[in-house]
């Protein structure tokens, strides 16, 4: 069974950049899509970013679009999410999670959290 682990996460000023990472073990993610999702205080988890299982194909939802890059190694069984221009409303829980079947995802890591402040 595939156990995410994220990490990456902390605190920083407006503006500044993190990497985010997802690692993978008791399994390979190479052959699957994955997700990053978040989950800011009081709101509903979304998704923000998604990948194709060998990284030729990218989707970012619209508030991250053009500051985030989602990336992957599927030699290193790892996922990436790099972070720029970090904005308060960014703060949140990020997740990753391993895209099963089309849409549907599981395996979801414990997340990391990302807090920035102006």
């Known amino acids: 069974q595939v156990q995410l682990v994220e990490s990456g996460g902390g605190a920083v000023k407006e503006g500044d950049s993190l990497r985010l990472s997802c690692v993978a073990s008791g399994g390979s993610i190479s052959t699957y899509g994955m997700g990053w999702f978040r989950q800011a205080p009081g709101k509903e988890r979304e998704q923000i970013a998604g990948?194709?299982?060998?990284?030729?194909?990218?989707f970012y939802e619209d508030s991250v679009k053009g500051r985030f890059t989602i990336s992957r190694d599927n030699a290193k069984n790892t996922v990436y999410l790099q972070l720029n221009r970090l904005r308060p409303e960014d703060t949140a829980v990020y997740y990753c999670?391993?895209?099963?079947?089309?849409?549907?995802?599981?395996?979801w890591g414990q997340g990391t959290q990302v807090t920035v402040s102006s």
């Open positions: 999670a391993v895209e099963v079947r089309a849409y549907q995802y599981d395996y």
């Open positions: 990948i194709s299982w060998r990284g030729g194909n990218t």
